[in-house]
């Protein structure tokens, strides 16, 4: 690192943390002006929303913006550099391009590994306090969780139905448990109802009837009037779905439930995988913008900042809608999740190695 290195870095990272205060300042007052009359209203306290609240909120849009601050930042301070014709000079001097790319890759680098570890924990530690809030106080029937005429699979051969979920006691009406071997019903359990008794996974059975079959030979035990404790491969929580689950989940749990899903059966898990490879894909994403932002304001030009910050701000916002798009494309099973949530970085990068090439040297 030579003392041109550190000037860059230095300039790099002061304006990308100046350009996140200045947004973090606009968020939090438009978020607080649409939710004013909400906090009035609502019993929730000052500290839960000076101290819970917004700080969340606020990690919330970072995780959405983080690369769109990069980009922003970079445009900004390269195209000033390039009018003061500090760039020129540093060409001058011998410096080729691929040299003056180093402080940027260093600083992005940095700011990227910020935003793994953000998206990977951080972010949805944070969304998760932020929405348990939310429907504490504004919105208490945000689950989307159904609770009538469920259909679900506890392992590959085993389907359990429930005709009714009470989600304040934890409790089941009407609930029919179906085990099947090489294609064929082999058993079969019935019960009026069944209450969730704690982990791991117990539940009692009130009013039951089993039945096994083995060919033609049926076998039936009644057990009218009585209980039976057991266990069930089913905790609540599978009865409880938010819009925003999978944003709630650190990636250590969204591992963990997409494996359990999948060892249930249930094949549609693209939205978490989704979120899975876009936690990866990001902090990628703030390298190919760094490039871009590098490639479009080191070159000196009429109008300068202006013109610059533009096509810098046009681009971020077509990366934003193409990676909403690509997030679509990969909860629908329109493309493989793995090519729908890459594909921003892929057309990016290959924009940015474009740019890069016709770059002034």
């Known amino acids: 690192m030579k003392l041109l290195d550190w000037y860059i870095l230095k300039k790099f990272l002061s304006t990308f943390f100046f350009t996140v205060l200045i947004f ?10 649409e939710k004013v009359e909400k906090f009035i209203e609502s019993d929730i306290t000052k500290s839960e929303i000076i101290f819970g609240y917004f700080p969340n909120f ?9 690369p769109l601050f990069t980009l922003i930042s970079v445009v900004f301070f390269t195209s000033r550099l390039a009018n003061n014709s500090e760039i020129l000079s540093i060409f001058n001097a011998g410096v080729s391009f691929r ?6 890759m260093i600083g992005a680098i940095f700011i990227a590994i910020i935003h793994a570890l953000g998206t990977h924990y951080f972010i949805p530690e944070g969304t998760k306090t932020r929405l348990k809030l939310e429907r504490k106080y504004f919105d208490p029937n945000r689950d989307q969780g159904k609770q009538r005429n469920i259909h679900m699979f506890l ?25 099947f071997e090489n294609h064929e019903l082999v058993y079969l359990l019935k019960a009026s109802s069944a209450e969730w008794l704690g982990s791991p996974d117990k539940w009692r059975l009130v009013n039951y009837e089993i039945r096994t079959f083995d060919g033609l030979k049926e076998t039936i035990v009644s057990g009218q ?43 549609n898990t693209a939205k978490y995988e989704a979120e899975l490879w876009r936690r990866t894909a990001e902090p990628i994403t703030v390298l190919i913008l760094t490039l871009i932002g590098v490639a479009i304001a080191a070159r000196k030009v009429r109008g300068g900042l202006g013109i610059h910050l533009a096509v810098g701000i046009l681009l971020g ?4 809608i193409l990676s909403r798009f690509s997030s679509v494309f990969a909860a629908g099973n329109a493309l493989p999740v793995v090519i729908s949530v890459w594909l921003p970085n892929i057309l990016f990068g290959a924009i940015a190695v474009l740019l890069i090439a016709k770059a002034q040297k």
């Open 24 to 33: 973090t300042m606009i968020t939090v007052i438009i978020d607080f002006s």
């Open 58 to 66: 606020v990690i919330f849009i970072y995780g959405l913006l983080f």
């Open 99 to 104: 040299r003056l790319l180093r402080p940027y």
């Open 155 to 179: 392992d590959p051969e085993t389907k359990a139905y429930v005709n009714f979920w009470r989600k304040r006691d934890s409790t089941i009406r009407g609930f029919r448990l179906e085990r």
């Open 225 to 267: 009037g009585e209980q039976m404790d057991t266990v069930l491969n089913m905790q609540p929580a599978d009865f409880i779905e938010y819009k925003e689950q999978h944003e709630m989940m650190t990636t250590v749990e969204l591992s963990s439930y997409i494996d359990k899903q999948r060892a249930r059966g249930v094949g």
């Open 317 to 320: 916002a077509l990366f934003l």
